[in-house]
Structures are given as structure tokens and as C-alpha cells.
């Protein structure tokens, strides 16, 4: 977690907040799972409570679920059965593992200046290919939420920058309304790239 607030409110609320209600982003995870291979390598980063990584499980794919809570990832490993990593994505090493990334609603969380490093750990992470899947919340600068969440809320061309700039291919960013863990209305960025 990049500061105190942000890991202090999900050490804080691990458990309320891994089983809050909550829509799975089904469309996404089966356009992202319709990019790969059956039984594809997939390094989940942020998993939460866990539920992302249990549904691309029960769809026969290869998962390793990750979070930088050992609070929030006792929940998930609750919930799917199987040991979740503890790790900061600052701290992710792993070369030519994965044929994918999902990231959905995590890399949100990383100060603006740790982001293309964060980035390059995860194309290196990915084989030749291999296909990234993250969403932020838009904005246009950095900030906290009425929770103390740290959140580096990017402009869809700010992030598109960044990722050309990295050696991404195939970049697509969409853009939606939704909401969050708040309550409050979120304009989402959802980034789909290529290493």
C-alpha cells in the first residue's frame, strides 16, 4: 500500500470489506478470459476478497492471487480455498510467469511517481503477449477519498501516455460511470494492453 491510510483502512475493514455485496465485473473478466488460452497463467494483483480470482478459477484457469493486505488476504484465501500471496506491487519480481494481469480496481492505489515502474514489473511479469487488465478511477489529480484511501486518479490520456511510453502495445481504454466501495458516483478507466 503506498501510505498509512490506505493499508490502515483495509487492515481495518478486511473483513467487512471482502464481504461487502458485490457485482462481479463479469463482462470484463469474460472478455479478458476469452483473450487466453484455456488454462492460462494469471497473476491477479489486488485481489481483495478473493471473488475474481475464485470465478476465473472456476473457469479452469491457472490463478495466483496477490494483495498487499495479509488481512484482506486471509479473507480471499477463505473464500477460495488456496494460499493468496502478500505482496506490494512495488515488490513484484517474477519474469515470463503469467500470460496475464488482472488488476481491477488495485493499481489505483499507487502513488503517480511509483507507476512506471509498477508497470515495467508487470510486462516483465507477462510472457511475450501476454495481456494486462487494470481500472482506475478517473480524474485528473491525485488525492483521498472520504475514506483515506490514497488514489492516483488518472485522465485517460495520461494513462495511454504512460503505458506507450512503457513499450505497451494494443492499448484500449473505455470509459464508464459506476460506483465504489463509498457510494459515490466513479467515472472508471478500464485499461486493457499487451506486453
Not at 490463478?63 to 494460499?83: C, H, N, W, Y
Request: proline letters at 6%; aromatic letters at 10%.
Amino acid at each position: 500500500m503506498p501510505n498509512e491510510t490506505t493499508s490502515a483502512f483495509y487492515r481495518e475493514n478486511a473483513e467487512i470489506y471482502a464481504n461487502r455485496t458485490r457485482d462481479l465485473p463479469k463482462d470484463e473478466l469474460d472478455a479478458f478470459l476469452a483473450r487466453l488460452a484455456p488454462g492460462a497463467a494469471i497473476l491477479e494483483l489486488g485481489c481483495g476478497g478473493g471473488q475474481d480470482s475464485a470465478y476465473m478459477l472456476s473457469q479452469g484457469f491457472d490463478v495466483t492471487p496477490t494483495d498487499g493486505s495479509a488481512e484482506l488476504a486471509r479473507q480471499a484465501e477463505a473464500r477460495i480455498g488456496r494460499p493468496v500471496k502478500v505482496m506490494l506491487f512495488q515488490d513484484l519480481d517474477a519474469e515470463n510467469a503469467y500470460d496475464g494481469a488482472w488488476a481491477h480496481a488495485s493499481l489505483l492505489h499507487v502513488p503517480r511517481p511509483e507507476l512506471p515502474d509498477v508497470f515495467a514489473r508487470i510486462r516483465r511479469a507477462l510472457r511475450p503477449g501476454g495481456l494486462l487488465h487494470a481500472t482506475f478511477k478517473a480524474g485528473d489529480a491525485e488525492g483521498h477519498d472520504g475514506l483515506g484511501r490514497y488514489y492516483n486518479y488518472p485522465s485517460a490520456d495520461w494513462l495511454s501516455d504512460l503505458l506507450t511510453k512503457g513499450g505497451w502495445r494494443d492499448i484500449a481504454i473505455g470509459e464508464r460511470d459506476g460506483g465504489g466501495f463509498d457510494g459515490k458516483p466513479t467515472r472508471w478507466l478500464t485499461v486493457s494492453a499487451r506486453r
